[in-house]
Each structure stands twice: as C-alpha cells, then as structure tokens.
C-alpha cells in the first residue's frame, strides 16, 4: 500500500497573523507609534535651529557619534535609519492591503451614503501618499543634497536648511507635507489606540483630545521653522 505524501504546509504563526485583517492592523499601529516617537525626538531637534547655526551643527553632527565609542561612527544613526525605513514599508504596505481589502468586501457604492466621518479620516489615503512623497523628497533635499537649492554643503545643515526654505516652492512642499501629517496623526493616533486595545468608551474623549493635542503641537513645531526662516528670524 502505498504511502499517502502530504505536501501541504501549514502556514507559519507570523505569516497567519500577518495575513488576517487585525494583524494587518497591529502592524499598521506599531509602525505607527514607531514612526510617532520618531517624528517628536525630530521636532524637537529641528527647533535647536533658533539657537543659532553653532547649535543646530553641533546637533547634527552629534546624532552621528551617539553611541562612541562602543557603537561606530554614524552606526546608531543608520540603525535608526532602518527601523524607520522597516516601519515606512510595513505602515504604507499594511494600509495598502487593508484598503484594497476594504474595496474587495464593498464592491458596490452603498445604497444609504455613511454618517460623516471627520476631515482627517477622509483623508488618510490620500495624506499617506503625499507624505510618503514628501519624504522621497526630504531626503534627496536635505541629506543627499540631490535636488537643493542654493548649493548644498556638506556638515552645515544650518545652511542646507535655510537654502531650502529661502525658496517658495521649498516652503509649500514643507507646509502643505506637515499640515497632512498633522492630520494622518490627530486621526492614526487614535485609531491605533483602539486597534492596540487601549480604547475604550470612557477614554475616547481623552485618546481624541490627545491626539488632537499632539498632532497641533507636531504640525506648528515642523512649521515653526521654514516661517522663522520665511521672517527672518532664523538666517
């Protein structure tokens, strides 16, 4: 008698967990909060630039000897790197799926139109894309020097930095990429609470309430700095 030959696998935990729609979801949030903490830590060393050009260099070239001398120089950096391009590509790639999933289980527009949904969720799908644009561009401006204007100079982003924002198009890329991700935040903040578990009925007020907090003083920090240069304040 023959042997029966079982050539089917079951899938791996990782690969069933990823495959439903509330993996998708933790995967989304997490890369989420990562990218969240990321971007306060940024704001926070964007604003050293109204400190004068000494300052702002000095932090910069900080961010590429943290760790010496155990960790190589710029090692730390990279690794930061890394994590946030790992969380760009599961965040933008978990949405994706979950948006294609979303138009697959309604093919039909509804017969009843949906209650209002806020700006902000409206326009999540279409804030991804433009931030994800934004930072193709950030990068090729401000650390490849690709497409800077006015020269750009290695080890003095103090410099790179007012260049670019000494031109109007420099400006309304920036403004418009941060007033999207003021609205991604104030919207993915609170989603990924509920989706992590820490939602709740007597806490959505104050989940929303700190989203909206966060995502303004996010938005008017990144802000601040392409206006101090747009006044003066900062040259």
Known sequence: MALATRTDRRPSLARTVWDSTVGKKTVMAVSGLIMLLYLV?????NLKIFFGAGEFNHYAHWLRTVGEP?????WT??????????????HATS??????RDIRARPSKYVHKKARASYATRTMRWGGVILGLFIVWHILDLTTGTVHSGGFQEGRPYQNVVDTFSTWYGNVIYIVAMLALGLHIRHGFWSAAQTLGVGSRTRDRVLKTAAGV??????AGFIAVPVGVMTGVVS
């Open 41 to 45: 830590v940024h704001m926070i060393g």
């Open 70 to 74: 155990f960790m190589h120089y710029e």
């Open 77 to 90: 950096l990279w690794l930061v790197r890394i994590v946030l391009v790992v969380a760009v590509v599961a």
């Open 95 to 100: 949405a994706y799926q979950l948006s294609r």
């Open 214 to 219: 966060l995502a303004l003083l996010l938005t």
